[in-house]
């Protein structure tokens, strides 16, 4: 079985890191909730599916996945905004910033 929704998890939990007071809804449960709230709580759900087997959207989902992906996409966010601070030895000259 082949998916792309450990990518996708990496993308929200990237967006939750740049916007987290932007407010997301499931489409079944449309009741916005901050970014920084539900993407937590959704990835505890992933990891409580994972761990008991027990799953809310069927059988045959790839928990694990979802959530090495949301780790990837918060090591990635990480080591960006690592690179896109200017460094101090790049941006001082002559003691002036």
């Known amino acids: ?3 792309a929704s450990g990518a996708i998890y990496g993308v929200l939990v ?4 740049l ?5 997301l809804s499931l489409m079944f449960v449309p009741v916005p909730v901050a970014a920084k709230y539900f ?3 959704i990835l505890l759900l992933d990891l409580f599916s994972g761990v008991t087997g027990f799953s809310l959207f069927g059988g ?3 928990h694990y996945a979802h959530l090495g992906g949301a780790a990837i996409g918060f090591l ?3 080591i960006w905004r ?3 601070q200017p460094s101090r030895e790049r941006t001082m000259t002559d003691g002036k910033w």
């Open 82 to 84: 690592k690179r896109s």
């Open 19 to 23: 916007y987290p007071n932007a407010k």
């Open 14 to 17: 990237a967006f939750g890191l």
């Open 60 to 62: 045959n989902i790839a």
């Open 1 to 3: 079985m082949l998916g």
């Open 76 to 78: 990635l966010m990480q």
């Open 39 to 41: 993407i937590p709580a």
